[in-house]
Protein backbone atom coordinates (compact mmCIF):
# COMPACT_ATOMS: atom_id res chain seq x y z
CA UNK A 1 0.00 0.00 0.00
CA UNK A 2 1.74 3.14 -1.02
CA UNK A 3 -0.08 6.54 0.53
CA UNK A 4 3.44 8.69 0.11
CA UNK A 5 5.85 8.09 -2.30
CA UNK A 6 8.33 9.20 0.12
CA UNK A 7 9.46 7.55 3.69
CA UNK A 8 11.98 8.24 6.63
CA UNK A 9 13.52 5.72 8.96
CA UNK A 10 15.58 6.62 11.95
CA UNK A 11 17.73 4.41 13.93
CA UNK A 12 17.38 4.83 17.98
CA UNK A 13 17.86 1.16 19.21
CA UNK A 14 21.39 0.92 20.12
CA UNK A 15 22.08 1.98 23.91
CA UNK A 16 25.62 2.54 23.06
CA UNK A 17 25.45 4.79 19.49
CA UNK A 18 22.29 6.39 20.69
CA UNK A 19 21.57 9.26 22.23
CA UNK A 20 17.82 10.13 21.65
CA UNK A 21 16.86 12.11 24.56
CA UNK A 22 19.93 14.27 24.21
CA UNK A 23 18.95 17.85 23.91
CA UNK A 24 20.74 19.89 22.23
CA UNK A 25 19.42 23.72 22.23
CA UNK A 26 15.45 23.19 24.27
CA UNK A 27 14.52 19.86 22.26
CA UNK A 28 15.69 16.31 21.79
CA UNK A 29 17.93 15.16 19.02
CA UNK A 30 15.13 12.72 17.98
CA UNK A 31 12.73 15.63 17.89
CA UNK A 32 15.29 17.79 15.74
CA UNK A 33 15.72 14.72 13.19
CA UNK A 34 11.40 14.57 13.13
CA UNK A 35 11.53 18.32 12.48
CA UNK A 36 13.80 18.22 9.90
CA UNK A 37 12.07 15.32 8.38
CA UNK A 38 8.49 16.50 8.36
CA UNK A 39 9.46 19.83 7.21
CA UNK A 40 10.79 18.11 4.00
CA UNK A 41 7.44 16.94 3.54
CA UNK A 42 8.29 12.91 4.92
CA UNK A 43 5.23 10.53 5.56
CA UNK A 44 5.83 8.24 7.50
CA UNK A 45 8.19 8.69 9.69
CA UNK A 46 9.33 5.22 11.24
CA UNK A 47 11.72 5.53 14.42
CA UNK A 48 13.19 2.15 15.91
CA UNK A 49 13.34 2.17 19.41
CA UNK A 50 15.49 0.12 21.55
CA UNK A 51 17.07 2.90 23.77
CA UNK A 52 15.02 4.90 26.28
CA UNK A 53 11.88 3.43 24.48
CA UNK A 54 9.38 4.69 26.66
CA UNK A 55 10.29 8.36 26.84
CA UNK A 56 11.46 8.37 22.64
CA UNK A 57 7.82 7.39 22.63
CA UNK A 58 6.76 10.20 25.30
CA UNK A 59 8.35 12.88 23.38
CA UNK A 60 6.88 11.86 20.06
CA UNK A 61 3.61 10.58 20.65
CA UNK A 62 1.94 13.88 19.21
CA UNK A 63 4.53 14.04 15.66
CA UNK A 64 2.79 11.44 13.98
CA UNK A 65 5.35 9.07 13.63
CA UNK A 66 5.35 5.42 13.67
CA UNK A 67 7.42 3.22 16.47
CA UNK A 68 8.84 -0.13 15.62
CA UNK A 69 10.80 -1.65 18.58
CA UNK A 70 14.54 -3.67 18.41
CA UNK A 71 15.04 -6.15 20.52
CA UNK A 72 18.43 -5.23 23.14
CA UNK A 73 21.61 -7.40 22.52
CA UNK A 74 24.77 -6.61 23.38
CA UNK A 75 25.76 -6.68 20.04
CA UNK A 76 23.53 -4.97 18.39
CA UNK A 77 24.05 -3.98 14.58
CA UNK A 78 23.12 -0.70 12.30
CA UNK A 79 22.57 -2.78 9.79
CA UNK A 80 20.27 -5.11 11.66
CA UNK A 81 18.08 -2.03 13.11
CA UNK A 82 18.23 -0.67 9.41
CA UNK A 83 17.02 -4.20 8.08
CA UNK A 84 14.25 -3.90 10.40
CA UNK A 85 12.99 -1.07 9.50
CA UNK A 86 13.13 -1.34 5.93
CA UNK A 87 11.12 -4.70 6.08
CA UNK A 88 8.43 -2.71 7.38
CA UNK A 89 8.79 0.59 4.68
CA UNK A 90 9.24 -2.40 1.66
CA UNK A 91 6.44 -1.97 -0.61
CA UNK A 92 5.55 1.14 0.95
CA UNK A 93 6.70 3.88 -0.69
CA UNK A 94 8.91 4.19 -3.45
CA UNK A 95 12.01 6.04 -1.69
CA UNK A 96 13.81 5.81 2.09
CA UNK A 97 15.48 8.83 3.86
CA UNK A 98 17.56 6.42 6.89
CA UNK A 99 19.56 8.24 9.38
CA UNK A 100 21.24 7.10 12.58
CA UNK A 101 19.66 9.28 15.31
CA UNK A 102 23.86 10.01 16.28
CA UNK A 103 23.72 12.55 13.87
CA UNK A 104 20.55 15.30 13.83
CA UNK A 105 22.12 18.48 12.44
CA UNK A 106 21.68 18.71 8.75
CA UNK A 107 19.12 20.91 7.32
CA UNK A 108 15.66 20.33 5.99
CA UNK A 109 17.14 21.94 2.73
CA UNK A 110 19.83 19.59 2.47
CA UNK A 111 17.47 16.54 2.66
CA UNK A 112 15.08 18.10 0.29
CA UNK A 113 17.81 18.31 -2.21
CA UNK A 114 18.45 14.74 -1.65
CA UNK A 115 14.68 13.87 -2.29
CA UNK A 116 15.01 15.61 -5.52
CA UNK A 117 18.01 13.85 -6.63
CA UNK A 118 17.00 10.62 -9.03
CA UNK A 119 19.05 7.46 -7.61
CA UNK A 120 18.81 4.29 -6.01
CA UNK A 121 21.16 5.56 -3.68
CA UNK A 122 21.75 9.24 -3.13
CA UNK A 123 24.57 10.17 -0.32
CA UNK A 124 25.39 13.78 0.38
CA UNK A 125 28.89 14.76 0.49
CA UNK A 126 30.53 17.82 2.24
CA UNK A 127 33.88 18.39 0.99
CA UNK A 128 34.19 14.48 -0.64
CA UNK A 129 33.03 13.18 2.93
CA UNK A 130 29.98 10.96 2.93
CA UNK A 131 27.23 11.58 5.89
CA UNK A 132 23.64 11.23 6.65
CA UNK A 133 20.81 11.28 5.87
CA UNK A 134 20.89 8.95 2.98
CA UNK A 135 18.78 8.22 0.23
CA UNK A 136 17.38 4.53 -0.79
CA UNK A 137 15.05 3.18 -3.33
CA UNK A 138 12.66 0.33 -3.28
CA UNK A 139 14.88 -1.38 -5.64
CA UNK A 140 17.83 -1.63 -3.55
CA UNK A 141 16.06 -2.96 -0.73
CA UNK A 142 16.33 -6.46 -1.48
CA UNK A 143 19.86 -6.24 -1.76
CA UNK A 144 20.38 -4.69 1.21
CA UNK A 145 18.48 -6.93 3.27
CA UNK A 146 20.20 -9.86 1.63
CA UNK A 147 23.64 -8.21 2.54
CA UNK A 148 25.42 -9.80 5.44
CA UNK A 149 28.90 -9.18 5.76
CA UNK A 150 30.56 -7.59 8.44
CA UNK A 151 30.89 -3.74 7.32
CA UNK A 152 27.13 -2.42 8.01
CA UNK A 153 25.33 -0.56 5.82
CA UNK A 154 28.90 1.11 4.45
CA UNK A 155 29.61 -2.50 2.90
CA UNK A 156 26.22 -2.66 1.31
CA UNK A 157 26.46 0.52 -0.46
CA UNK A 158 30.23 -0.03 -1.63
CA UNK A 159 29.06 -3.14 -2.92
CA UNK A 160 26.33 -1.52 -5.06
CA UNK A 161 28.53 1.39 -5.57
CA UNK A 162 27.08 1.71 -9.67
CA UNK A 163 23.72 2.16 -8.10
CA UNK A 164 24.95 5.21 -5.95
CA UNK A 165 24.90 8.97 -6.26
CA UNK A 166 27.08 11.32 -4.20
CA UNK A 167 25.57 14.77 -4.25
CA UNK A 168 27.64 17.60 -2.95
CA UNK A 169 26.44 20.07 0.06
CA UNK A 170 27.59 22.70 2.28
CA UNK A 171 26.39 21.43 4.91
CA UNK A 172 28.61 20.18 7.90
CA UNK A 173 25.76 18.84 9.63
CA UNK A 174 25.35 16.10 7.79
CA UNK A 175 28.75 14.86 9.62
CA UNK A 176 27.96 16.15 13.11
CA UNK A 177 28.16 13.29 15.42
CA UNK A 178 26.11 13.79 19.31
CA UNK A 179 29.88 12.51 20.34
CA UNK A 180 31.31 15.80 18.94
CA UNK A 181 28.84 18.40 21.70
CA UNK A 182 31.31 21.47 21.00
CA UNK A 183 30.70 21.07 17.30
CA UNK A 184 27.33 20.33 17.81
CA UNK A 185 26.54 23.34 20.20
CA UNK A 186 28.70 25.23 17.44
CA UNK A 187 26.17 24.55 14.72
CA UNK A 188 22.69 25.01 16.99
CA UNK A 189 21.89 28.81 16.07
CA UNK A 190 22.55 27.81 12.10
CA UNK A 191 20.50 24.84 13.23
CA UNK A 192 17.90 26.27 14.37
CA UNK A 193 17.76 28.92 11.75
CA UNK A 194 17.72 26.32 8.99
CA UNK A 195 14.31 24.31 10.84
CA UNK A 196 12.56 27.40 10.61
CA UNK A 197 9.25 26.41 9.07
CA UNK A 198 5.42 27.13 9.41
CA UNK A 199 4.10 24.52 11.60
CA UNK A 200 0.45 23.68 10.13
CA UNK A 201 -2.13 21.74 12.49
CA UNK A 202 -4.78 20.45 9.88
CA UNK A 203 -7.75 19.20 10.94
CA UNK A 204 -10.94 18.29 9.43
CA UNK A 205 -13.99 19.67 11.35
CA UNK A 206 -17.85 21.16 11.55
CA UNK A 207 -18.75 22.17 14.81
CA UNK A 208 -15.56 20.57 16.19
CA UNK A 209 -12.47 18.68 15.02
CA UNK A 210 -12.87 15.09 14.02
CA UNK A 211 -10.28 14.11 11.64
CA UNK A 212 -6.57 15.18 12.02
CA UNK A 213 -2.83 14.09 11.76
CA UNK A 214 -3.32 11.37 14.50
CA UNK A 215 -6.18 9.85 13.20
CA UNK A 216 -4.90 9.53 9.42
CA UNK A 217 -2.11 7.96 10.99
CA UNK A 218 -4.34 5.43 12.78
CA UNK A 219 -6.42 5.07 9.74
CA UNK A 220 -2.69 4.30 7.79
CA UNK A 221 -1.69 1.87 10.43
CA UNK A 222 -4.84 0.21 10.33
CA UNK A 223 -4.31 -0.52 6.42
CA UNK A 224 -1.38 -2.53 7.54
CA UNK A 225 -1.66 -3.96 10.10
CA UNK A 226 -5.19 -5.21 10.00
CA UNK A 227 -5.52 -4.67 13.61
CA UNK A 228 -6.46 -1.67 15.77
CA UNK A 229 -4.60 -2.75 18.90
CA UNK A 230 -1.29 -3.30 16.94
CA UNK A 231 -1.71 0.12 15.38
CA UNK A 232 -2.28 1.71 18.55
CA UNK A 233 0.95 0.40 20.37
CA UNK A 234 2.80 1.73 16.73
CA UNK A 235 2.11 5.11 18.10
CA UNK A 236 1.70 5.15 20.92
CA UNK A 237 -2.26 5.41 21.45
CA UNK A 238 -4.95 4.15 23.98
CA UNK A 239 -7.02 1.29 22.49
CA UNK A 240 -10.07 2.84 23.62
CA UNK A 241 -8.91 6.50 22.48
CA UNK A 242 -8.96 4.36 19.05
CA UNK A 243 -12.24 3.28 19.13
CA UNK A 244 -13.92 6.71 20.16
CA UNK A 245 -11.42 8.73 17.48
CA UNK A 246 -12.80 6.23 14.72
CA UNK A 247 -16.26 5.91 15.61
CA UNK A 248 -16.77 9.50 15.90
CA UNK A 249 -15.28 10.17 12.47
CA UNK A 250 -17.41 7.57 10.70
CA UNK A 251 -20.59 9.47 12.48
CA UNK A 252 -19.36 12.79 10.96
CA UNK A 253 -18.41 11.37 7.28
CA UNK A 254 -21.62 9.22 7.17
CA UNK A 255 -20.03 5.56 6.17
CA UNK A 256 -18.08 3.27 7.32
CA UNK A 257 -14.18 3.39 7.25
CA UNK A 258 -13.42 1.09 9.26
CA UNK A 259 -14.62 -3.58 8.34
CA UNK A 260 -14.58 -5.20 11.86
CA UNK A 261 -14.12 -8.75 11.44
CA UNK A 262 -15.00 -10.68 14.73
CA UNK A 263 -13.78 -14.19 15.92
CA UNK A 264 -12.17 -16.96 13.78
CA UNK A 265 -9.15 -19.24 14.31
CA UNK A 266 -6.57 -16.18 14.10
CA UNK A 267 -8.80 -13.86 16.02
CA UNK A 268 -10.65 -10.98 14.80
CA UNK A 269 -8.84 -7.91 12.71
CA UNK A 270 -10.14 -4.38 11.11
CA UNK A 271 -9.45 -3.62 7.42
CA UNK A 272 -10.69 0.01 5.88
CA UNK A 273 -13.68 -0.01 3.74
CA UNK A 274 -12.98 0.94 0.27
CA UNK A 275 -14.32 4.09 1.08
CA UNK A 276 -11.99 4.70 3.85
CA UNK A 277 -9.21 3.95 2.08
CA UNK A 278 -9.89 6.29 -0.92
CA UNK A 279 -10.72 9.22 2.09
CA UNK A 280 -7.32 8.46 3.91
CA UNK A 281 -5.74 8.33 0.13
CA UNK A 282 -7.25 12.13 -0.89
CA UNK A 283 -6.40 13.33 2.37
CA UNK A 284 -2.77 12.66 1.81
CA UNK A 285 -2.87 14.15 -1.61
CA UNK A 286 -4.59 17.41 0.15
CA UNK A 287 -1.98 17.53 2.75
CA UNK A 288 0.71 17.23 0.22
CA UNK A 289 -0.35 20.14 -2.12
CA UNK A 290 -1.09 22.16 1.12
CA UNK A 291 2.57 21.50 2.42
CA UNK A 292 4.20 22.36 -0.93
CA UNK A 293 2.34 25.59 -1.34
CA UNK A 294 2.70 26.65 2.22
CA UNK A 295 6.48 25.71 2.31
CA UNK A 296 6.95 27.97 -1.25
CA UNK A 297 4.52 30.94 -0.08
CA UNK A 298 6.73 31.14 3.70
CA UNK A 299 10.09 31.08 1.26
CA UNK A 300 8.78 33.25 -0.65
CA UNK A 301 7.51 35.52 1.81
CA UNK A 302 9.62 35.50 4.77
CA UNK A 303 13.01 34.05 4.11
CA UNK A 304 13.79 36.15 0.60
CA UNK A 305 13.14 39.19 2.78
CA UNK A 306 14.99 37.85 5.80
CA UNK A 307 12.22 39.49 7.77
CA UNK A 308 13.34 35.64 9.53
Not at 71 to 96: N, P
Not at 120 to 131: A, D, E, Q
Not at 221 to 240: E, Q, T
Not at 261 to 283: A, D, H, P, V, W
Amino acid sequence: MKISKFGGLIAAASKKAALPMLKVGSITIIRRIVISFQQAGIFPIVVITGADEDEVKYQLSNYGVIFLSYEQTDQLEMLDCIKHGLRYLQGKCDRIAFTPVNVPMFTPDTLIRLKNTNGNIVIPSFHGKGGHPVILSEQIIPDILNYNDSDGLRGAIRVLKEDTIWLPVEDTGILTSVRNVEQLQEQLAEHNNAIVHPMLHMNIERETAFFNARLKLLLYLISDMHNVRKACNAMSLSYGKAWDMLNRLETELGYSVVLRRQGGRQGGNTLLTKEGYEFLSTYQQFEEEVFHFTQSRFHDLFLTSDLL
